[in-house]
């Protein structure tokens, strides 16, 4: 901690200091975004420790903020880290938040697994929603990466018309199981196309030109883990699990960002609150998102225009034929590893007080 | 009409004669899979007419049935078949049809377009589902692919348990858009990969990993005119409107399969009328579809399992979040060019009576 700034976030003010940064799975997917993100946000990071599995400790990372020599992570190598992000998975968090937390009395965990976000004294936080559930807590999770996603669009939405029934298809990229997923799409992609046998280690069948309704273990009411992550996790982050949320998970050959396609129906009557120029109008306001809705003009949402961009892109706005004056359709566009992951990451850490 | 034959269908027997046939749109996807459908189902093909456009008249195609010289249509050329197939597309539909069943007095036509689909004297036809609605028609509609795919699984759980509502979002294959699609995904995939420049003349957008959310045009309820064929042609083959039915339809960097993801809430509580397992079981006894149910085991629905393939899969069968125990939700696949085309359309070319 060396020196004191005022940044803007969503049009407030915050007090922020210099912060000795890590982050724990820094050659992953997730690790190399936070990296770039934390650059882009100009985030004010005094010093910079990067961990790595043992095998990759030693190396040398190009990093915005210069070359960094990787370390294998440990307790005692984190004692003057104020902000560290763990992207690993929920078996490292789960091994080594409590007593990093208890042994560096200052820190701060931002975990991006999913090992602590259905504890209800752990807050799950969308800066741009539920800021406010941080206080001081000093391990904070991030929400997975379809959620997040969906949030950003349907919280805007909920806040105005009420939200009573909630219906998600998505089509989610490769990148949701990191560099050795996209690696496994580019690969095998180009083995298919050149009639060369096809291989998959990452998913549970080949994806190149496939899609697979599969992500995550199946739970006991046959939805899966990574289905239930968006009902559980949408409930937490808006405070209010009054609205039942069903989701379909699909994983498709894409290679960073996920769609999502969204039914819900309302509590208040959409047409006669000012129909869709009002949906619309909320959305051209809501922090985080790019309206991209002229399909006459074949501007909407896709990976296209949404992979490596910050913003959510939502479109297809139309009144859902199902639930009539209070139904609505959209669909949503985020890349996975910015807004479904490290940019969320990285805006937790601008709120936290250190 | 050469010889007559008694043919199996559906458990019941019907009588057939030897028929003269003919291809309009031979070499088109629809077309050559019209012509393995035939072949497969050992159809009774006396004579067999093979059009193409005027470019390709006078090539040579091979098929099952041997060699064929390509021909350009023409209604004179018609003269002596009993079942010819429009596998062209609406305008070629809309300026022959009439004109062909006046000059030709008993000429059947399978029209693959979606000319006539939603013209209440001509029937719109899934076999397994409707086809006592062909009465003596002898003009027949075959229905969009989504639709068709769709139709095959929902039909039997809308007889058993009624329907309410119905929601669909849809992952449609290149295959839509014939040939010239599926050869634009795999050349472009090829060249993105190469990084080479990647370019779009079939789809609006390059299709190579990305996803497009636009098929066909743009309706003044702001769904798309496919997305609206499945609410139209669902509710004419169940002869029932008072169900809505909501459709997203997005086109996803797959070969031939389409799949669907499907939410319904039914009339009868499902909990109350066997469950699961009557779902299950109705769908292991639903003609032309097979049951993908078992995610433990990694068996369920995709364009991996479902192309070139005859029959619809079904699986990630379950309760419904949204609509408790009367909700009700699954995964479907079916191959584009056979369920959603062809495949349907010979099926009804065995019903009809010449």
Redesign the interface.
């Known amino acids: 901690m060396i020196k004191r700034f005022i940044v803007a976030y969503n049009k407030s003010f915050y007090f922020m200091y210099m912060a000795n940064i890590a982050i724990a799975g820094a050659t992953g997917a997730v690790g190399q975004e936070i990296l770039n993100s934390l650059a882009k946000k100009e985030f004010p990071v005094n010093e910079l420790k990067l961990f790595s599995s043992s095998r990759s400790a030693g190396n040398t990372q190009a990093t915005s903020f210069g070359p960094y020599i990787l370390e294998e992570f440990s307790i005692e190598a984190c004692k003057n880290i104020d902000i560290i992000f763990f992207a690993v998975g929920g078996d490292f968090s789960r091994k080594y938040a409590s007593e990093l937390l208890e042994k560096n009395d200052k820190i701060i965990i931002i975990d991006n697994s999913s090992a602590f976000r259905y504890d209800k004294n752990i807050p799950l936080v969308v800066p741009a929603i539920n800021a406010s559930a941080i206080k001081n807590s000093r391990l904070i999770a991030n929400p997975n990466c379809t959620t997040a996603i969906l949030a950003m669009v349907l919280h805007p939405i909920y806040k105005e018309f009420g939200l009573k029934?909630?219906?998600v298809?998505t089509?989610q990229a490769t990148s949701g199981a990191g560099n050795p997923g996209m690696q496994e799409?580019?690969h095998e992609?180009?083995n298919y196309?050149d009639g060369l046998p096809v291989e998959n280690k990452i998913f549970?069948?080949?994806i190149p030109?496939?899609?697979?309704?599969?992500i995550d273990v199946?739970q006991e009411?046959?939805?899966?883990k990574e289905e239930m992550k968006v009902?559980w996790e949408t409930h937490k982050i808006f405070e209010d699990d009054s609205f039942?949320?069903?989701c379909?998970a699909?994983r498709?050959?894409?290679?960073r960002a996920h769609?999502e396609?969204v039914?819900i129906e309302t509590k208040k009557n959409i047409t006669e609150n000012g129909g869709?120029e009002k949906v619309r109008e909320i959305l051209i306001n809501a922090v985080g998102v790019t309206l991209r809705d002229d399909?006459?003009n074949?501007n909407?949402?896709?990976?296209?225009n949404a992979s490596e961009i910050d913003e959510v892109q939502v479109?297809?706005?139309?009144?859902?034929?199902?639930f009539?004056d209070f139904?609505l359709?959209f669909?949503v566009c985020g890349d996975q590893l910015l807004r479904g992951a490290a940019l969320n990451a990285v805006e937790i850490a601008e709120l936290v007080k250190i």
């Open positions: 029934k909630c219906i298809s089509y799409l580019l992609s180009k196309i549970s069948h080949p030109f496939n899609l697979i309704p599969h199946e009411n046959h939805y899966t009902t039942p949320l069903s379909t699909v498709v050959p894409i290679i769609s396609s039914v869709l399909i006459q074949n909407y949402p896709m990976p296209l479109g297809r706005i139309r009144k859902n034929l199902v009539g139904g359709e669909f």
